[in-house]
């Protein structure tokens, strides 16, 4: 028999490049349902990321402060061996869209089938961030888009650093 006296600890894996209040949003959604929730930022080497994790996950953890019960960690190889190290019941991912089930669907019966007792929980954020990815937010910001409203401050200043410093980078190459 299982002791329920141990807390629940969820994992919400991803890249977090960068974080956004969506993700923030999750986060709150999944402390509703479980004690602890280890936010896992990958090192996705599919991806070029436009921070490196040490800025991810100090971004991250600014950005969940008020969260006492959220931790950030980085892993590497696969989830379901961290989630085993953790001692974790479940996977905590977003779904903003029915274009992202598919793939998230795929991913869940993968883990299961890796590992029976871990259950993927998706949740939806609210309405007002269903359209956003991180993704998106590097895009809108390369073109001088407004973003703070849809990130974290920590973000939207690391972002306008990183700005910054292009500019002042091709300011100065000789053409």
């Known amino acids: 028999m299982e002791n329920h006296e141990q807390a629940q600890v969820a994992v919400y894996p991803g890249t977090f490049d960068p974080i956004t209040k969506g993700h923030i949003d999750i986060i709150g959604r999944a402390l509703r349902l479980f004690q602890n929730v280890v936010v896992a930022v990958a090192p996705n080497p599919s991806k070029v ?3 490196d994790i040490d800025e991810r996950i100090d971004m991250i953890r600014q950005a969940t402060q008020e969260f006492s019960n959220v931790s950030v960690e980085t892993f590497p190889g696969l989830l379901i061996h961290y ?3 953790r001692k974790a019941v479940a996977i905590i991912r977003g779904i ?4 992202d089930f598919e793939y998230e669907f795929q991913m ?3 883990n299961r089938k ?3 007792h871990v259950e993927t929980v998706f949740l939806m954020p609210s309405e007002k961030y269903t359209y ?3 993704s998106l937010i590097k895009e809108v910001a390369s073109y001088g888009g407004e973003i703070s409203d849809l990130v974290p401050e920590i973000v939207s ?3 306008a650093e990183k700005a910054a410093l292009k500019k002042s980078q091709s300011t100065t190459r000789k053409p």
């Open 114 to 116: 890796l590992d029976r």
């Open 108 to 110: 869940a019966l993968m």
């Open 96 to 99: 903003r869209a029915i274009s």
């Open 49 to 51: 990321p436009l921070f």
């Open 132 to 134: 956003l990815s991180s």
């Open 157 to 159: 200043a690391k972002m």
């Open 83 to 85: 989630m085993r190290k």
